[in-house]
């Protein structure tokens, strides 16, 4: 059975005089441990079909299911990262990492524990006590993702969330990301437009088409070297590149 | 001078103000320039002032004055808190109440002052009620904009961390709110003084709007100047109070300037 489960998701936004179709007959499946990435120009609906995929926004039609039962409502076991900032600002670090577990009225000890241990492996140790207000933005999306990690999500729903960073913050934030949901075993959804971006976490990507947002393809990447920087400029990573912005162009012309 | 950065230099501009607001005073009064009905000198309104404190008067007109304006607002606030947040977070509710609110937040107060002295005649419920009308129908609105203004993207975030619905607001809305309902309250406090006054000055016969009405009537221009500058003095030290609330309660909270 598959972790995730997304079946023919349809969107329709309606402003009172016109609709706006965003999505139209989305489906995919994500195994568990997996890394999704979904590309897309933008204003294709990926916002909105991860939005959907939450729990924050209900499809037009369709269904959304974790490990076989469908979801509508949002939920920790899907666990989210934002485009923009969404830290608490009146709570330190160490109190919006443990932010969910006390929701779940986890005892002290093991929230202290579970939300130490995922400051360390972002690499906040030494800012547990900082308020967000103090952290730079990379520090502050990686709090987000400590805290949304120490939740313990079935599957982790990330949208854009370098989006803001400069371009070597970015480089050194996709290692971690990629060295922490290996190390933590998670089922990972992640949204992007850089291409690069997506071939260094994917093991899959799924690209979409501009508004309404379609599937185009699912692609696979299997990369024989590294992922790091220096894959950049790799021949296979340059094939599977040119293969996803193919289909980018012949969608714009 | 660097205001900017030093809190010190903040308060030596702050106080030479007031200084040169005195020394204004006490040229146009002690030289006669103008004449001491309208005008009493600051000694005259010292002595109004020591006669008061000899006499005990003083504190219970100030007492009595801040504590119907704690009253009359304590109550506006907590009615105006939990359905203000209910208008932010329901449609329907809004619905139900916005009209109402609105209507009633045009007429004008002071125009209300004789139905109040009908229906609950020159006691203290009266002074409360006026309070009351004065300041509630605003606070309302301004605790709908407080807890609208809440950043979605915070609630979704709590929502995805398996907070219930009580849970974000108590969580998560109440302290995203808490700087600007302070503020709120800050500001609402102020009103409520001045409808104190006007309760005072119908149907009184204690408190700061009282004395200076009725020294109006003895051309005690000296009791006059001493009420309003209690009046003031009070405001300064509950702002103050409000503040240093402020800096325990939300101390995270960054206003531009700050
Ligand atoms: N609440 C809404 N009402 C009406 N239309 C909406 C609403 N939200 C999104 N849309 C429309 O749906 C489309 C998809 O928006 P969405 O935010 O999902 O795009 P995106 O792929 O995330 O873009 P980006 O990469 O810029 O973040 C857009 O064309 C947008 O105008
Ligand atoms: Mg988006």
Not at chain 2, 130 to 155: K, Y
Request: aromatic content about 10%; proline content about 4%; hydrophobic content about 50%.
């Amino acid at each position: 059975m598959p972790k995730l489960k997304v079946s023919n998701i349809y969107k329709i936004f309606n402003d009172g005089k016109s609709n706006v179709t965003a999505l139209e007959d989305v489906s995919f499946e994500i195994e568990k441990g997996e890394f999704v990435v979904i590309v897309g120009p933008s204003g294709c609906g990926k916002t909105t079909l991860l939005n959907i995929v939450g729990g924050l926004d209900t499809a037009s039609s369709g269904t959304v299911e974790v490990d076989g039962r469908q979801v509508t409502k949002p939920g920790g076991d899907r666990g989210m990262v934002f485009q923009s900032y969404s830290l608490f600002p009146w709570l330190s670090v160490l109190k919006n990492v443990e932010f969910g577990m006390k929701m779940r009225h986890i005892p002290k000890e093991q929230r202290l524990e579970t939300a130490r241990k995922y400051i360390g492996l972002v690499g906040l140790g030494e800012f547990e006590n900082a308020m967000p207000d103090t952290l730079s933005g990379g520090m502050k999306q990686r709090v987000a993702i400590a805290r949304t990690l120490a939740n313990s999500p079935e599957v982790l729903l990330m949208d854009e969330p370098f989006g803001a960073l400069d371009a070597q913050t970015r480089i050194v934030m996709q290692e971690l990301l990629a060295d922490v949901a290996r190390t933590t075993e998670s089922t990972v959804l992640f949204i992007t437009h850089d291409i690069d971006e997506a071939i260094l976490l994917g093991s899959r990507i799924i690209v979409m088409s501009n508004r309404p947002g379609k599937i185009l393809d699912i692609i696979p990447v299997e990369l024989s070297i590294s992922r790091n920087r220096s894959a950049l400029t790799n021949e296979e990573f340059l094939a599977i590149k040119r293969r996803i912005m193919d289909l980018l162009w012949k969608e714009t012309l | 001078m660097n205001i900017e950065k030093n809190k010190k230099d903040y308060r030596l501009l702050s106080f030479i103000v007031f200084a040169i607001l005195i020394a204004a005073w006490c040229i146009a009064s002690y030289s006669g320039m103008v004449s001491k009905i309208f005008l009493p000198s600051p000694s005259d309104v010292l002595d109004a002032i020591v006669s008061g404190l000899k006499d005990g008067s003083l504190w219970e007109n100030c007492w009595v004055s801040t504590k119907r304006v704690m009253i009359g607002w304590f109550w506006s606030a907590a009615v105006a808190l939990p359905l203000g947040m209910l208008m932010a977070l329901s449609k329907k509710f809004t619905a139900i109440i916005r009209p109402f609110i609105e209507f009633a937040r045009y007429l004008p107060v002071v125009a209300l002052v004789p139905l109040t002295l009908l229906y609950l005649g020159i006691d203290e419920a009266q002074k409360y009620t006026v309070i009351w009308l004065g300041t509630f129908f605003q606070l309302i609105l301004m605790v709908c904009d407080t807890v609208s203004s809440v950043e979605r993207n915070q609630v979704n975030a709590a929502r995805t961390l398996d907070a219930n619905k009580w849970q974000v607001y108590l969580y998560v809305i109440l302290p995203a709110s808490l700087p600007g309902l302070l503020d709120d309250f800050r500001l609402t406090i102020g009103w409520a003084w001045t409808y104190l006054v006007v309760a005072e000055m119908v149907a009184a016969s204690s408190g700061l709007g009282y004395i200076i009405l009725k020294s109006q009537r003895f051309l005690a221009t000296d009791v006059i100047f001493m009420g309003l500058i209690l009046i003031g003095l009070i405001g300064l030290l509950t702002d103050f109070l409000l503040r240093l609330l402020s800096g325990v309660l939300v101390p995270w909270y960054k206003r531009l300037g700050d």
